[in-house]
């Protein structure tokens, strides 16, 4: 049994094969042709944070799989009332197949995957992101045209990462060291990524910048994320000011290659992170982008029950 608690779970050749699944598993969805490997099946998923794409994502892609969902909140479960994460992992775990979560520390979802008789998967937690990253690599290598030799199209590649050394940024570091290309991380100080929580093994696979248009520079990709991730809110306005400078602007995207494109995992904050002409511009696929959490979730929730078919 497999969990994904973080992108590193896997392997750069189940990567290849999750991302020709999702393709196929997407021109199906796109031809409305019925796949329901999942009949008779059901995911959990607790939320703890609030979440539009998440939920809706694996929602709807487990009902298209032809399964069926059980959706949890601290507030309406005994998870809010003190039950031991471990008690709800051996209880929820005998009564359903899946298991997702979004939670706050990573701690917490590698408790109760250590207590789960079913696979679960982070649907974010401070730390990491992974089904986003799953997502943003497999958008990116759809825009490429490149679905047929996936990880060729990422080798080598530059992305610049401009803003919080948050979830996403460790997650984009672990997603580069795995499977073979840099990002130019460009952080305010103070909120740099810490090496040993995104958990990498080196170096190797980042160069830091304190400008951000430096990071911006022949990159392939420029990504970003709100100043102020769920959990932070009461440090909004201290961020609001050591975060001025990286805001994503044209300037910045001229810094990157001219057929460089503009990811952000939403939700945006025009005017902050990101200008309107940027996230709304044409080298922005986050439309597609969202949309996509479906279709690679879709093929991780198959993966993780049936393995490959
Ligand atoms: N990107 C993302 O995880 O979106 P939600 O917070 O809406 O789920």
Known sequence: MKHYLQFTDLSADEYAYLFQRADFIKDKFKAYEKH??????????????????????????MYQLGGSVVHLTTGDSQLGRAEPIEDS???????????????????????????SRVPVINGLTNEFHPCQ????????????????DPLACLKGRVVAWVGDGNNMANTWLQAAELLGFTVHLSTPSGYEVDQA????????????????????????????????SMGFEAENEQRKQAFADWCVDAEMMAQAKPDALFMHCLPAHRGEEV???????????????????MHVQKALMEYLVLGRQ
């Open 89 to 115: 992992a051996r209880v929820i775990s005998r009564m359903v197949d899946l298991v997702m979560i979004r939670t706050f520390g990573q701690d917490k979802i590698e408790r109760f995957a250590q207590y």
């Open 133 to 148: 990253i799953l997502a943003d690599l497999f958008t990116f290598i759809e825009q490429r045209g490149n679905t047929a």
């Open 275 to 293: 200008e309107a002409e940027v996230i709304d511009g044409p080298q922005s696929v986050v439309w597609d982008e969202a949309e996509n959490r």
């Open 197 to 228: 929580v995104a958990g990498l093994r080196s170096n190797e696979s980042y160069k830091v910048f304190a400008d951000p248009k430096q990071a911006c520079k022949g990159a392939d990709l420029v990504t970003t994320d709100v100043w102020t």
């Open 36 to 61: 329901h490997p999942l009949i008779d099946r059901t995911l959990a998923m607790i939320f703890e944070k609030a979440s539009t794409r998440t939920r809706v994502s694996f929602e709807a892609g």
